[in-house]
């Protein structure tokens, strides 16, 4: 069994479907405030797919992933006593605690970390509404944070990506397990700190 490889190659399909740039940014808005999975996993095969396109489909991932970020700053602000309750049973309650931690010895410039990285976005993004942080350096941060991610994952498969590309295909199975080892390290790494 080759799970990596079948969802590959569904994947690189499914990034052709005539709507595949509203399915880019609703993923991209929802993982900003409630969806677990990153718009990375969309994003990569279709600009690899369309290399031509890469440069938009990185400013439409960012541009509707900040705007799922003010969505989930506005669940912060708004509805954080409702959602307590929720997070404590989840195993995402260690890292809002991190996130709130983090925010309180650095401020707003965690936002740019979050945006930037595979932590769970969606967590800062509520944690800075929770606690009221202020609204237009939450934007830039995010503007700026996510834009480098997601036009860095963009540029970088645009460019390379049409000569990488086999060699993504013979070592997806490879990449794909190397991925999740390293995700389960970085949340095992981020609720010891927690």
Do not use: C
Not at 2 to 25: C, D, G, K, Q, S
Not at 30 to 48: H, R
Not at 147 to 152: C, D, K, W, Y
Request: glycine share 8%; proline share 7%.
């Amino acid at each position: 069994m080759r799970p990596f490889a079948y969802l590959y190659e569904h994947v690189m399909r499914w990034v052709t479907h005539p709507f595949a740039n509203r399915y880019l940014a609703a993923l991209s808005f929802a993982e900003s405030s409630f969806f677990p999975i990153p718009p990375d996993v969309m994003l990569a095969p279709m600009a690899l797919a369309r290399p031509d396109k890469a440069m938009h489909l990185a400013l439409l991932t960012t541009v509707a992933s900040v705007l799922g970020g003010v969505f989930g700053y506005l669940i912060g602000y708004f509805a954080i006593d409702l959602l307590i309750p929720w997070l404590r049973e989840t195993h995402y309650w260690p890292t809002y605690l991190l996130a709130q931690g983090w925010f309180e010895r650095w401020g707003i410039w965690v936002i740019f970390v979050a945006g930037f990285t595979p932590i769970p976005y969606k967590l800062f993004t509520i944690s800075a509404g929770a606690l009221g942080l202020s609204f237009a350096p939450f934007i830039i941060g995010s503007l700026i944070g996510r834009g480098l991610r997601f036009f860095l994952v963009a540029g970088l498969l645009g460019w390379l990506g049409p000569r990488m590309e086999p060699k993504i295909r013979q070592y997806i199975e490879w990449l794909g397990w190397v991925t999740v080892i390293l995700s389960l390290l970085a949340i095992s790494w981020l609720q010891l700190r927690g």
